[in-house]
């Protein structure tokens, strides 16, 4: 496993579509494995591939409850709304209020392409929403309400 580096808000790759995953490779399960040696490096809840110039439909969320692999994951069900701080690996020292559901469900694959049903309130609800936006080129500041706002590296809710 290897930390690799983040892309920071500004780099073209963050603003890209990416492709779906047609199979796991050998390099899909490095690529998965060091993103989550990444995120927890970097002190996030989520990371998504593109965050690390790849661009796959691949995200991998852990919000202590250990990590979430998420291949062409699919946002199938929200309901209600939630508002709150959310930050983003890529755009290090901000912060800003966005509103989120406070419920979601996704449909995605794991590492052995089976299907599974990710379903989260609160924190997982917006690391999902946050995670599977970066997949379609769409970062968090898109969202703010108000002005995004500096946080000292120890205040941060990685997101």
Known sequence: MAIRKIRIMGDGVL?????????????????????????????????????VGVLKRIVVIDVGEGPIIMINPEIIETSGEQCGSEGCLSLPGKMGQVTRPNYVKAKAYNEEMEEIIVEGEELLARAICHECEHLDGIMFVEHVEGELYDVAPAEEEEL
């Open 15 to 51: 603003t890209k579509k990416c492709k779906e995953v047609k199979e796991v490779t050998p390099r899909i399960r490095q690529l998965i494995d060091d993103m989550i040696e990444t995120m927890y490096e970097e002190m996030g809840v989520g990371l998504a591939a593109p965050q």
